[in-house]
């Protein structure tokens, strides 16, 4: 129930710089993640909010107050550690129970709390168990818990179901969402699973490097892409170079060396990314939008290829087609059985449809 | 058959079950024998005779010894455990000198020190008077003496035990508990209640044993401030100086009995939870303070901290720069010189007790520590049945009081045996060394364990599968890791030896007579300023020796985090 | 000089080095000061080493016994003559009878001559001269019992020290030997009790507080409290006792079975010729037992002791019975608990 | 280079038995992959084949010699702990280079192989830092370099990726499995991510709570799961009860009651699993091969519903339609972007295709 401001907020350790001049707002109730590669400071980022790092430069506010140096107890947070950090002098219960106890609720109160959370999270029959006997997934389930029981103004989630199953993941999603929207608890998420991330965040921020690229809602964040690094980075995508050649009614023409053809791409706000005059462009096509079929396709960007390589992933199937000697293109199929794949070297049509198509500047590192 | 662990258990119990029965067993068993004999046969009088015609006396010291050992802990926890704290986990100017100034008190040799500490408190003392003149009282307005006296004594000696496992188990402690702590809404002293100290349980454990067994065997304190009270450590050197040495070695052992029940209480209390960390990955490091009212009240908190620890040490300085007469009946010293120091060099063999102390402690620290090491990590990591047994073996040393371990290994090694490899010792050079191995074991395993007790197993299982035999795991990812627990364990143990009085007495010959015996023998000739100088070099000594071994020993552990 | 000193050195190594042994071991609890200068002269004396452990004389009985299946000393200078007839009872010490043995009055030395004494050391009541002037001194023992000097005694633990013990003693034992019953002394002791401030661990403490008048009386024994007063200037007077007070004696042996029995002897003999008795009574306040020393201190001829008649082998009989029903009836430990 | 033999292994601790006879045959060189929810005790099979548990009963075999009692250090397996089990007081490199250390290789040689490996894991520049300045990523791939560089016979690789992000993941999974053929390393996989098990592994063990259900190639267990647990754990299935009616030509017909309808199912090995005449059984479909349309479906197994919910997830869209009362079925589509979404409550015809239909039993407990 809070509005999480940053701004300009840098964090040095010695030498490092782990986040540089990050501003972003967070509304009131909202589900905001921030996605991003290994190392580029989210869980920082996470840990000046919660009030363990305070930053080298900018100012933290929930709600228009300063909370820079407001020590973490004070800021009502509940957060998940990456690490978990579960006492282990205490059992399961206990470790719940904390936050609880903290707070002063009485012991009956407690008590059902306790095991009501411990319930959905599914652990109620370690209740009395040392936490050093649970399994990974175990022990992660009993930090969770432990963070929304108290059910705090602002929830920090750090990677809070990376060692679960996906089933279990499932289910502890759509308990954290519940919680979420009945409480209007203001919750920042950080994960490296993109379906999560897509299908549970109001908003999202793509970081790297210490840098946020983008915020936005995911629909934006995976059709709209600001640059290649976000396309790349959320979801699969096929990036090929591409250069502006000229422009035609409401389509614009690029074209692309290595396929040495034109390529069509409609003139909308959601086709094209603003960029500037030096920068170098790409376009940018989901696998899922590339049409292949052994039979010939019709109208516009269709070019010839040949199978590579086909891969089988559960619910999809992955295509690789070599177009020219540098450009190889993804296409992903549903599964419909075995008999559906294409095999290795036949000759295919592939169709990148100009309306699914994005052109997008490169990132500046 | 034998697994491959159940092999290697053994092979580790195997040389430190040797060393404990032959050193620690095999001498305390005499002590044993003693008690059950009255006039050369065999009886229980003894025993009769202390819980049935002395025991008004007895059962009175035994009481006051067990309470004044239990408030000396309480004390001496109460000061340690929040200097150890601020000095770990604030930063502000001059953190690491007045860290190292915490450990001082041990550095006082422990007679010369209780009478510092009358110079400076008693009703004739210092600070009193000094109180008093410049507040124009007509009468002292505190002074020490009978049992507050001895708590505050033992408050201050035996506070650094506290201080220092604490440090160690403080270092070892995954920052991130304590941040989710704080996350969940707990205030500074919440999280210190409910999290940091529960997590410290081993290191305090060790640190609670080593300060109830000292005061129940100390000595000094209660004779030098109270002496006519009655407590059972006075009671067996009283018994002792009677010519009753049946009823001393009882008195002994039932003062054994009451520290290891003690020990086996606190063994229990512990098991009853886990200390190891396990949390996935390592946590990032020290919480960051930037509140500068708070980082100056620490400072004066370091600074007040220290002149009061230093206090003793000036007392004891002052003491030794006051020539004779100048200090008798007057409240303040009336003149200042370098008269006793002058007097102690004249003498020639000067450094010769100097050395003896260094090189005899030395060795015995080098033996303490390996064997203080691979003891602590089978009683810690490894399962074997009697691991009981064996923790109390280890601790009896510590429990029974020094005279009395001085007498076993007397009665054990003043003929040939097999654990002196068929010499007579008693005599000899190594008798001291062996003594101060013996007394100081339960010092290095006690820390050591304290701070083994919070390792990760996972770290070691990693080492393993790496392809690591036991040895180079233990020596290349154990005992870094360790490290800490085990220098400030060995660190005490060092200094405490250099020290060492009451079991030196029985043992030094002419060859190898340590500093205390010096100091001694100072006092004896009522050259009290002699006796200060001897004790001002013997400080300055040890102060060396923390400061090179923190230079060379103490950047390293710095980095085990 | 220096020249004809060697050469004296040289012969009498020559002389006496056919049937000495190489060196004596001496414990010994009469400090470095003393034990140095007669090392420095029995070396050149007689040529051989002397070596020397200086501890307390309980501590050397300690050692002496724990070193009985090892022996290491030969000679133990020193101690009060309970110790060398506890000892003696455990069968640790020689048997020697000394050239000088006519010098010396019967109850100086043990009838079997495993021990002989060296010097004596009369008890007396110590003040604080600068707070309590001789008139007002206390001239008895009984005088101590009036309450006007109540909490003004310190008094050394008693039950530590061979001094004390034999104070105590001898106020019990001097109705004793009347009566056949300690109850009297008791009582005196009760009385005693009341009056004292309170008990010092070592004499160092009791010093103390009697030169900074936390105290102003104690009970002593008079060498220390005349070289305290004369050598480190402590404000301290003494009384010697008008009914008689009890007299220590200090002794020497020779350990059983000494590794250098003849060196011993050398020693035992040197340590107690007219000279060092006389260099000792001069330089260290200790009063010879030998009567046939001439020109001593004025403190020592000066001063008329009289000794009291005491029954040594029933100290060594009953003193432990007597101190301990004093430490378990008499002495009042709340005494220690009360001053805060 | 061992096959890894399990026969009849049970591990208890205390009361709570973790692994209840376990019988695996890892052949030579096989990627072999633990798939199961959390605390079915993978963790526990894996410290069991590396030597750190002792099993209650039973026996690990490798290369038919016996190892269940020898020690940890003559194994040579290679391991990345859950946990990660750094060493805290050593540097990156120093971690890294500990098992090379160990194994007596000279030192140029083994700065080479770590600086190697390092740039693998994408932490070159990170060799001289602290273990502790690293992020929860970044230390977990120092975990995976240390496990790697030993090139061990046997590698136990305990959710070595779960921290990592998507592109990382992708990179340190080519990099495992090259290792891997390249060197022939038996490697014994736990992950909770099935894209990941599904396209790496030669063969999965599917485990619950303690019992190993089912081992197969990845395609065996998708598509012919031998009973609901693996159906539904693997990938997204629907699950619906029915009953047996009657066998015609080469279809067998069943009645589901939810339904209140027959459904026609092929009757072939690849759609009806083994079962006993008295299990319960279910018809399992995969969220893919449900086809909808709003136009009507000709042939078998068509009914009508009413979408209720549409959920987007990045490359797909799932469709919750609901069929009657009770039942309610998932449909996945790729993403064709949003325009081609159905709304909430439009009506629709379902098709469940008979060839895409698996019957199957409910597990035993
Ligand atoms: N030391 C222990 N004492 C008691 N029970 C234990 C111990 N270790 C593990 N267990 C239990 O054994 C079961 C299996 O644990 P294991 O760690 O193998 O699970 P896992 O399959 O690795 O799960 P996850 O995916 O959550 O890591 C769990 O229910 C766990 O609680
Ligand atoms: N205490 C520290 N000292 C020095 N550098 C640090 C410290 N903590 C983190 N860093 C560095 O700061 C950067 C950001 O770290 P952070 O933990 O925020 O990453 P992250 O986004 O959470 O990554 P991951 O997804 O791997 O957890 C990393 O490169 C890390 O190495
Ligand atoms: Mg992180
Ligand atoms: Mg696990």
Redesign the pocket.
């Known amino acids: 129930m809070s509005t999480v401001n940053l701004s300009a907020i840098t964090k040095q350790?010695?030498d490092?710089t782990?986040v540089e001049e990050l501003d972003i707002l967070i509304k009131e109730g909202e589900f905001f993640t921030f996605l991003?590669p290994?190392?580029?400071?989210?869980?920082?980022?996470l840990r000046m909010i919660a009030g363990f790092y305070y930053p080298t430069k900018g100012k933290v506010t929930f709600n228009d107050k300063d909370m820079t140096t407001v020590p973490p107890e004070k800021r009502n947070t509940g957060m998940v550690f990456?690490n978990y950090a579960l006492f282990p002098h205490m059992t399961v219960f206990e470790n719940v129970a904390f936050g609880l106890k903290v707070r002063k609720i009485t012991k009956s109160q407690t008590k059902k709390r306790v095991e009501d959370i411990l319930k959905k999270v599914r652990l109620d029959q370690y209740m009395d168990r040392q936490v050093s006997q649970l399994s990974g997934g175990q022990q992660q389930r009993v930090a969770l818990a432990r963070a929304l029981v108290i059910e705090p103004d602002i929830l920090l989630l750090d990677e809070p179901l990376s060692n679960l199953d996906a089933r279990l993941r499932d289910e502890m999603r759509n308990e954290i969402l519940r919680l979420q929207r009945d409480y209007g608890i203001t919750t920042i998420y950080?994960t490296h699973d993109q379906a999560e991330a897509l299908t549970m965040s109001d908003r999202i921020a793509v970081f790297n490097m210490g840098k946020c690229q983008q915020v936005g809602t995911p629909t934006e964040i995976y059709n709209q892409p600001v640059n290649d690094f976000v396309a790349e980075f959320i979801g699969e995508t096929n990036l090929i170079p591409i250069a502006f050649k000229k422009e035609k009614n409401n389509e614009k023409i690029y074209h692309c060396e290595q396929l040495d053809a034109d390529i069509q791409v409609q003139a909308t706000e959601v086709n094209i990314a603003e960029y500037n005059r030096n920068d170098q462009l790409l376009m940018s096509i989901r696998p899922e939008s590339v049409q292949i079929d052994k039979a010939s396709l019709t109208g516009e960007n269709v070019f010839k290829g040949e199978v590579i390589l086909v891969q089988f992933t559960g619910a999809s199937v992955h295509t690789y087609i070599k177009l020219s000697s540098d450009a190889i293109i993804r296409a992903t199929d549903l599964n419909e059985g075995p008999s559906t794949y294409l095999t290795n070297g036949s000759k295919v049509n592939v169709k990148l449809p100009a309306d699914q198509i994005r052109v997008i500047p490169k990132a500046r590192m | 058959m034998l697994n491959a662990e159940k092999r290697k258990t053994l092979l580790l119990l195997i040389p430190v079950i040797l060393v404990l029965i032959g050193y620690v067993l095999y001498p305390s068993i005499e002590t044993l024998l003693e008690s059950f004999k009255k006039n050369g046969v065999f009886s229980l009088e003894n025993y009769s005779d202390f819980f049935g015609e002395k025991s008004a006396a007895n059962f009175e010291a035994l009481w006051n010894s067990v309470y004044i050992s239990l408030l000396s802990v309480l004390l001496s926890a109460l000061i340690g455990i929040p200097l150890a704290y601020i000095f770990n986990r604030y930063d502000f100017p001059g953190r690491q000198f007045f860290s190292n100034i915490a450990i001082m008190p041990i550095v006082l040799p422990s007679l010369v020190g209780v009478m510092a500490f009358m110079y400076l408190y008693g009703e004739a003392g210092l600070v009193p008077n000094a109180i008093k003149d410049v507040l124009n009282l007509s009468e002292v307005p505190f002074s020490i003496g009978g049992i507050t006296g001895i708590l505050i004594v033992h408050a201050y000696t035996m506070y650094p035990y506290f201080y220092m496992t604490t440090s160690s188990a403080l270092n070892n402690i995954d920052p991130s508990l304590e941040e989710a702590a704080y996350n969940l809404g707990s205030n500074k002293f919440k999280v210190f209640w409910k999290v940091t100290f529960p997590l410290l349980t081993p290191g305090l454990v060790a640190a609670s044993l080593l300060v109830f067994m000292v005061s129940m065997a100390s000595f000094s304190a209660p004779f030098l401030l109270a002496g006519g009270f009655r407590v059972l450590s006075l009671q067996i050197y009283f018994s002792k100086i009677n010519g009753d040495l049946e009823m001393a070695a009882t008195q002994s052992v039932i003062l054994s009995v009451v520290s290891i029940s003690f020990l086996l209480f606190m063994r229990w209390y512990q098991d009853r939870k886990d200390y190891r960390m396990a949390s996935k990955g390592i946590g990032?490091?020290r919480s960051e303070v930037s509140n500068p009212v708070l980082k100056w009240c620490m400072v004066t908190l370091g600074i007040l901290a220290m002149i009061v620890l230093l206090l003793p040490h000036a007392t004891l300085l002052i003491l030794s720069l006051v020539p004779e007469g100048a200090w008798t009946w007057q409240t303040y010293p009336t003149a200042f010189s370098l008269e006793n120091f002058i007097l102690l060099f004249e003498d020639p063999n000067i450094w010769d007790p100097v050395r003896n102390s260094m090189v005899m402690s030395l060795l015995a620290c080098l033996g303490v520590f390996v064997f203080g090491i691979i003891t602590s990590y089978a009683l810690v990591k490894r399962k074997f049945i009697g691991k009981n047994l064996l923790d109390i073996l280890v601790m009896i040393p510590w429990a029974l009081p020094a005279t009395v371990v001085g007498m076993n290994l007397i009665l054990a090694f003043n003929e040939p045996s097999a654990f002196s490899f068929g010499k007579i010792l008693v005599g000899t050079f190594w008798i001291l060394p062996l003594a101060y191995f013996v007394r100081f074991i339960p010092l290095v395993v006690r820390s050591t364990t304290a701070v083994l007790e919070q390792m990760d197993d996972s770290i070691e299982e990693a080492a393993q599968n790496l392809g690591a035999k036991w040895f180079y795991t233990f020596r290349r990812v154990v005992i870094p890791i360790i490290m800490p627990g085990v220098l400030s364990g060995t660190l005490l143990a060092f200094v405490q030896a250099v020290g060492e009085f009451p079991t030196s007495v029985l043992l030094y010959t002419l060859d190898n007579r340590p500093i205390s015996i010096e100091i001694m023998n100072q006092l004896r000739m009522f050259n009290i300023g002699q006796a200060s100088a001897y004790g001002m070099i013997q400080v300055g000594l040890i102060a060396i020796v923390m400061f090179i071994s923190y230079k060379f020993l103490g950047v390293k552990t710095e980095n085990t985090l | 000089l220096a020249g004809g000193s060697e050469e004296s050195g040289g012969k009498s190594k020559n002389e006496s080095g056919s049937d000495l042994e190489e060196k004596v071991v001496v414990y010994s609890p009469h400090g470095k000061d003393i034990l140095s200068e007669f090392e420095a002269q029995f070396e050149e004396e007689y040529g051989i080493e002397m070596e020397f452990l200086d501890m307390g004389s309980q501590e050397i009985l300690d050692r002496v016994r724990s070193e009985k299946n090892n022996t290491q000393a030969d000679v133990w200078w020193g101690a009060p003559q309970v110790n060398f007839d506890q000892a003696k009872d455990e069968g640790l010490l020689a048997e020697y009878k000394p050239s000088y043995a006519d010098a010396l009055d019967e109850m100086y030395h043990d009838e079997d001559w495993t021990w002989s004494g060296t010097s004596i050391t009369p008890e007396v009541i110590l003040y604080n001269s600068k707070e309590i002037s001789a008139e007002e001194a206390p001239k008895d023992w009984d005088d101590l019992l009036d309450p006007k000097w109540e909490d003004e005694l310190i008094i050394r633990y008693p039950l530590a020290s061979g001094t004390m013990r034999t104070i105590y003693s001898s106020m019990i034992y001097r109705t004793y030997k009347d009566t056949e019953s300690p109850d009297e002394g008791y009582e005196w002791l009760r009385k005693l009790d009341e009056n004292t401030k309170e008990y010092s661990a070592n004499p160092e403490i009791m010093y103390n507080q009697v030169a900074k008048g936390v105290g102003n009386l104690s009970v002593w024994n008079m060498p220390d409290t005349v070289m305290l007063a004369e050598e480190k200037g402590y404000p301290f007077d003494y009384v010697i006792p008008e009914s008689g007070t009890p007299v220590l004696t200090e002794g020497i042996a020779i350990i059983k079975d000494a590794p250098h029995p003849k060196a011993a002897e050398a020693f035992y003999e040197f340590v107690n010729t007219k000279e060092a008795a006389k260099l000792l009574a001069e330089t260290y306040y200790r009063i010879p037992t030998r009567e046939d020393v001439e020109d001593l201190p004025e403190w020592i001829t000066e001063t008329e002791i009289n000794p009291m008649e005491i029954d040594w082998s029933l100290f060594q009989e009953k003193q432990s019975e007597w101190m301990e029903y004093w430490d378990n009836n008499i002495k009042n430990a709340e005494k220690d608990l009360s001053e805060e």
Do not use: D, E, N, R
Not at chain 1, 38 to 43: L, N
């Open positions: 350790f010695g490092v782990a991003g290994s190392g580029c400071g989210k869980t920082t980022t990456q950080v | 990032a490091h």
